[in-house]
């Protein structure tokens, strides 16, 4: 009960999922409720607040100066508890312990929590992997790309089209509608790809540490 067992759309194959819950939600909240001076940045600069975000948070050295979240858990069915959403190990330290700081340690956690989960999904499927495909409204940030390429030590990549759901959809109505003969002749058609990132090996041995750590406490 470590995964979820979905059928895949493609006949014989079959999707395992490892969820980790609240990402985008969580960055909603502390974007709502600590970052308005980042909001008129963005506004006068003409760009995302998430970009201002993410600027800032990368000056921040990979572990976040030891901060660590608590807003979800690895994929467990059949214990599933999730602790009271909390920042632990935070420090009165100003240079430290800021915004940049804690909104990186929310990418972190993030990405660490999904590594544990690929781990799980690894052991199950018996596959192993070096690639990633990395889709949704977190992969248009270039930080945590690159923070769940190292967490992972895996390339990850990232598609021109990022609402992966609503392209698949698409797919299969094209194929429904008899404009391509599979989902995989329309998926080489339409998917192309924007970027990819590689790990930096620093950064992963970093990781690794706070993944054991993570990896206990869930």
């Known amino acids: 009960m470590s995964v979820r067992v979905n059928p895949h759309v493609i006949d014989g194959l079959s999707q395992a999922e490892g969820i980790t819950f609240f ?15 980042e909001k008129h ?9 998430y970009a201002i975000l993410e600027a800032k948070a990368a000056k921040v050295p990979a572990g976040s100066h030891g901060i660590l979240p608590i807003f979800s858990d690895s994929m467990k069915y059949g214990k599933w508890y999730h602790a009271a959403p909390s920042f632990i190990n935070l420090s009165i330290d100003p240079e430290v312990c800021n915004k940049a700081s804690m909104f ?16 799980k999904v690894k052991a199950f499927t018996r ?6 495909v990395f889709a949704g409204g977190a992969s248009k940030g270039p930080l945590w790309c690159q923070i769940l390429a190292d967490v992972t030590g ?3 990549k990232v598609p021109e089209v990022k609402e992966a759901t609503a392209l698949g959809a698409a797919m299969c109505a094209a194929v429904g509608a008899g404009l ?14 924007e970027h990819t990132c590689l790990p930096n090996g620093v950064n992963t041995a970093t990781y690794e ?3 054991k750590t993570v990896a206990e406490g869930v």
């Open 154 to 156: 895996c390339r990850i």
């Open 209 to 211: 540490t706070v993944k």
């Open 23 to 37: 990402s985008g939600l969580i960055m909603r909240w502390f974007r709502d409720t600590f970052c308005d001076m």
């Open 127 to 132: 596959l192993d992997f070096e690639e990633v």
């Open 180 to 193: 391509y003969e599979s989902i995989e002749t329309a998926s080489d058609a339409w998917v192309a790809w």
């Open 41 to 49: 940045e963005a506004a006068e600069q003409g760009v995302d607040v």
């Open 104 to 119: 990186r340690s929310l990418q972190e956690n993030a990405c660490i929590v999904s590594a544990i989960n690929l781990e």
